[in-house]
């Protein structure tokens, strides 16, 4: 079945440092990619999304490339910064489908 | 701006109460959803809704089961809470439900 697998956190980085969060996904069809983000105590909140091979999403300085060959929509910051830590989600919907497939969550804290 | 609301950010109830949680959305959005989520265990599905009087189990729906008489409003129900269901209540909105969701803030509940 359709799935996303991310990369285990926790993940701890020092500001300004470079971050990457990795996504892979199983699906049937051609999906819809996202990347959620989850502040403390809040809901989540759409961060980007793409929708066909090659596309970049983009938002806030991250970026994320919707890989049809490898599978893969990784999440890509230059420069973090204290206010990103949050927890960060990989989904995926298909056409047809009746809901988005969520990966487990990325917990990412920032150090100042 | 889309906006879901839930009708409480923390609740405390005792084992063998029904609770109700309620979530409203105000961009006409067809279809809803319940979600739970846990550490180490991501967000899990509970029961959606497509339409008005319509609903289908989700990922986990034994426990729960759900309202939807308006097309704004979609609530959960604990038919006789149990310490096993302390855990945050997320509720979420689309259009189409493959599409990008917007959640509500979350309720965070407690059964003791």
């Known amino acids: 079945g359709d799935s996303v697998t991310q990369m285990e956190g926790p993940v701890t980085l020092s500001e300004e440092a470079f971050l990457t969060i990795n996504c892979t996904y199983t699906a049937t069809g051609y999906p819809s990619l996202f990347w959620y983000v989850q502040y403390p105590g809040e809901g989540l909140q759409l961060l980007l999304k793409a929708t066909k091979a090659d596309d970049k999403g983009s938002n806030k300085g991250f970026e994320a490339t919707y890989r049809k060959e490898t599978t893969s929509f990784h999440l890509e910051k230059g420069s973090v910064q204290v206010s990103d830590s949050a927890v960060y989600f990989c989904?995926?919907?298909?056409?047809?489908?009746?809901?988005?497939?969520f990966g487990q969550g990325t917990r990412l804290t920032i150090n100042p | 701006d889309v906006k879901v609301t839930q009708s409480s950010r923390y609740l405390v109830k005792r084992t063998g109460e029904k609770v109700f949680l309620e979530c409203v959305q105000d961009?006409?959005?067809?279809?809803m959803f319940w979600y739970r989520q846990d550490p180490g265990l991501g967000l899990r599905l509970i029961y959606f809704?497509?339409?008005?009087?319509?609903?289908e189990k989700g990922d986990i729906p034994e426990g729960y089961s759900v309202s939807r008489e308006k097309k704004e409003r979609f609530s959960l129900i604990l038919e006789s809470a149990s310490t096993n269901q302390t855990s945050m209540y997320l509720c979420a909105s689309s259009t189409y439900p493959q599409e990008t969701q917007y959640f509500g803030p979350g309720t965070r509940l407690l059964v003791l």
């Open positions: 989904a995926l919907g298909i056409q047809g489908a009746q809901k988005l497939v």
């Open positions: 961009m006409d959005h067809e279809n």
């Open positions: 809704s497509y339409d008005v009087k319509m609903k």
